[in-house]
């Protein structure tokens, strides 16, 4: 009989083409009284099992992952710690799309049509998500974000390749700086992906040598995650298309969650967004989401919008990772 120094279970999903990687099996018991706690924890201590899953050979450069934990709240149900090429998250859209489809869908949670309600503890905050069931099938996943708000306003950097560039740094979930196309003559195309990718990693480098981020509130919120450049959409049914470019140069192909959610914050703070007007959103492999401002509040001394953004997810394969004892890449490796 074989026998495994690992095995780790996972279902694999994409929303909007965005891969997740969800771990139901497997990890250790992971101590900690919060989800920042927790994930602080696996940083330290078992960084090894993000490595296992997401570089290659088991994953690739752009992969991107989920741990499902017990909630540290009373109105969660969950708690989850995201993961990609470079560390952790503090909140991800589109994971938590893919964790209502996969949850509800395969019977996790009790079911109620036409809506199943689902509450995450994530380092970010709390989420509560609303799973469209048929009865049979899921439909569209909604999640209510934490409060969205733009951090610094017209920030001017200077680029290597691109030369000057002005955005905001707006925090949706996680903070990014927010740019458009035309100041660096891009488009939101696959063809040009690899001159985005050269944008966002100058403008994520320029903005971090300059600005020292920090969350009004909590502590353990202090990074900026990445660059997402705005332009023209491709599909006429959207308003706008957009890529994000984050952690260490990973693309997201879905039109990112919470940088969705940050957009529609961004719009709505600057009087170019009305309350609860609808905003669909266009990633750069054609996949949409929609989001609306549904209200104001305050985080710390910034005026902040609560957000709702709305996608889709689809089960794609269910997994049993295992590690040899002989295997010589226990942690993979990075290779673009």
């Not at 503890?121 to 409060?147: L, M, S």
Request: net charge negative; proline share 6%; glycine share 10%.
């Amino acid at each position: 009989m074989l026998s495994y120094l690992r095995t780790i279970h996972t279902v694999d999903a994409h929303t909007g083409g965005e891969p997740l990687r969800i771990v139901i099996s497997g990890l250790p018991p992971v101590p900690g009284e919060t989800i920042l706690a927790r994930r602080s924890w696996l940083q330290a201590n078992r960084d090894d099992l993000r490595l296992f899953l997401m570089n290659e050979p088991r994953g690739h450069a752009d992969m991107y992952g989920a741990y499902l934990l017990p909630a540290v709240t009373p109105q969660a149900d969950f708690g989850v710690i995201f993961i990609h090429n470079e560390g952790y998250s503090d909140m991800c859209g589109h994971g938590i799309i893919a964790l209502g489809k996969v949850l509800v869908e395969l019977n996790h949670v009790e079911r109620m049509i036409p809506l199943t309600r689902i509450g995450f503890d994530t380092p970010a905050g709390f989420i509560e998500a609303q799973v469209e069931w048929d009865g049979t099938r899921v439909g569209n996943v909604t999640f209510r974000n934490v409060p969205a708000f733009i951090y610094q306003r017209d920030v001017e950097v200077d680029t290597p390749s691109f030369g000057k560039i002005i955005g905001d740094i707006v925090f949706g979930g996680a903070f990014y700086f927010y740019i458009n196309a035309d100041q660096a003559n891009v488009q939101i195309k696959p063809e040009q992906v690899r001159t985005l990718i050269q944008l966002g990693a100058e403008t994520k480098a320029a903005v971090k040598a300059v600005i020292n981020i920090q969350h009004p509130i909590d502590v353990g919120l202090n990074t900026l995650y990445g660059t997402i450049v705005d332009g023209a959409p491709n599909d006429p049914r959207a308003d706008q298309a957009n890529v994000c470019i984050f952690a260490d140069r990973e693309v997201d192909r879905s039109p990112t969650g919470t940088g969705t959610s940050g957009r529609a914050a961004q719009l709505f703070l600057r009087g170019k967004l009305a309350l609860n007007q609808p905003l669909i959103n266009e990633s750069i492999v054609g996949s949409c989401f929609s989001v609306r401002v549904t209200g104001t509040t305050k985080v710390g001394e910034f005026d902040a919008a609560m957000t709702e953004v709305t996608g889709n997810a689809h089960i794609m394969s269910f997994n049993q990772w295992v590690l040899e004892e002989t295997d010589p890449f226990p942690q993979g490796f990075f290779l673009r």
